[in-house]
């Protein structure tokens, strides 16, 4: 096992590494910029380092000076979190080539699934289903015209580097394809340096769900239910939950199974998600993510299984600590995600947190890296804390999470909170009748 692990994050991601490696006895080094010097987890970590000044492309995407901070730290592994070089594969190979651990998939893995294209191939090779569209990358109209043919209208040009909803662009008819196709390949061209684009039918009201998985070095692979992703706008999540209230469980245990025979199929060495579009009774995969996710504690909450843990395990080059069959589902799990922005505009709201009290109680759980007299910085994300709730109905889990939210204390700067406990006593949500354009409706309608 690694002796001395460098977390190369920040916020609630990286304390939420620092607390798996101190249970596993690991020592742990924090990288921070100057803006960070006073977070919780570089408080909280055995050793820390300031690599840079505030702006991310100076501090936490600085390879070098992560790099050299884990080299005269003495680090025998690297845990990049989630977002920065989580997902990097050149980051991941030089971390081999100083002789430490990427913890985290093969470089290979990275580099294929970072490639939407190649990601759909590989998957619809291993058998799970995939949206129809194109066979690669798409080049002229002619071509972009045969293909809508045959998969009918409205299509979708999707950027090949793509991800997180940049470079798309829906084509409703024959004359709007030309200007898509332009379109999303300049915004590709600009956002991620190729203008790579495919195509794809366009789903008009799906839901997102993703599967957990995780391979180890030794042939055996297992997957961790699903996660409901469907509440998010603007692409960014707003409440997760699991099992999702929309799958009956013979198609829980399908997608399961698809999942779990392609992360075998394809050598994967580490947690992983397949992102799928679920809509009406089908599902069509889109992504893979090959890090951890935010959203991870709601697959704990249901599983038991320790998932920083497992990806730490596996990285060591130590095989699954259980099988499939040892998996037990239990429960219902949500995550709130609760964010430094005006609960109404979501204009970001950075400063002085000025007093500080998480909920807690049976099944309750607060990552967060929050104290009272802490000051957030504007320069990062404005996730602050995530609230994760778990009961053993999901109408148990709701009257729960209502009274956690009621219990949470963050004054001096404003917080979603609020607009999580509005949520959760809308009728569609408590029905679980929601798809990925509900969150958007509702904030319209509310004059947001
Ligand atoms: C789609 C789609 C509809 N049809 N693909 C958005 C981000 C990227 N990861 C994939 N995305 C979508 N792909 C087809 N063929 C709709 C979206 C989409 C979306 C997907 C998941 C979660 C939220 C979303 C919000 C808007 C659009």
């Not at 080094?29 to 300031?50: F, G, I, W, Y």
Request: aromatic residues 6%; charged residues 25%; negative net charge.
């Amino acid at each position: 096992m690694f002796h001395k692990v460098l977390i190369a994050n920040r916020g609630e991601i990286a304390l939420r590494i620092h607390r798996a490696c101190r249970e596993m006895g690991i020592h742990t080094v924090a990288v921070h910029s100057t803006a960070d010097a006073n977070a919780m987890h570089v408080r909280l970590a055995d050793e820390s380092v300031c690599i840079g000044p505030p702006a991310s492309k100076d501090s936490y995407l600085n390879m070098a000076a992560i790099l050299s901070a884990a080299t005269i730290t003495g680090a025998d592994a690297i845990h990049p979190g989630v977002g920065f070089l989580s997902e990097n594969a050149d980051f991941a190979n030089m971390v081999r080539e100083h002789g430490m651990t990427f913890i985290g998939p093969d470089p290979e893995h990275l580099r294929s699934m970072g490639d939407k294209v190649t990601a759909k191939q590989t998957m619809k090779d291993l058998g799970v289903p995939v949206v129809p569209g194109s066979d690669g990358a798409v080049t002229d109209d002619d071509e972009a015209w045969a293909i809508a043919d045959r998969i009918g209208y409205p299509v979708l040009v999707k950027a090949a580097a793509g991800g997180g909803g940049r470079g798309m662009k829906v084509a409703h008819k024959r004359e709007q394809m030309h200007d898509a196709l332009n379109m999303a390949r300049n915004e590709a061209r600009n956002a991620f340096g190729s203008d790579a684009v495919y195509l794809e039918k366009y789903l008009g009201h799906p839901r997102h769900i993703e599967v957990q998985v995780v391979g180890d070095n030794h042939g055996n692979a297992v997957h961790l239910g699903e996660r409901d992703c469907s509440l998010q706008r603007r692409h960014q999540k707003l409440l997760e939950e699991g099992p999702s209230p929309a799958l009956t469980q013979e198609q829980r245990d399908w997608i399961g199974q698809r999942a779990v025979e392609a992360t075998r199929g394809m050598g994967y060495r580490s947690v992983g998600t397949f992102e799928f579009l679920f809509e009406d009774g089908e599902f069509y995969f889109i992504e893979m993510n090959t890090r951890l996710q935010v959203e991870h504690p709601v697959t704990e909450a249901i599983t038991g299984v320790d998932l920083v843990r497992e990806q730490i395990r596996v990285a060591a080059g130590l095989p699954l600590g259980f099988r499939q069959d040892d998996v037990e589902f239990r429960g219902h799990a949500i995550e709130c995600r609760i964010n430094a922005e005006d609960p109404r505009t979501f204009a970001p709201s950075p400063g002085q947190v000025t007093n500080y009290h998480a909920p807690s109680g049976l099944a309750v759980r607060v990552d967060s890296g929050l104290y009272s007299g802490y000051r957030i910085p504007p320069f990062y994300d404005s996730l602050v804390a995530k609230l994760i709730v778990s009961g053993t109905t999901r109408a148990e889990c709701l009257r729960r999470l209502n009274r956690a939210l009621e219990e949470f204390v963050i004054e001096g700067i404003s917080t979603t909170i609020p607009l999580h406990a509005e949520l959760i006593h809308e009728p569609d949500f408590i029905s679980g009748d929601y798809d990925i354009h509900w969150l958007q409706r509702y904030v319209d309608a509310k004059g947001g």
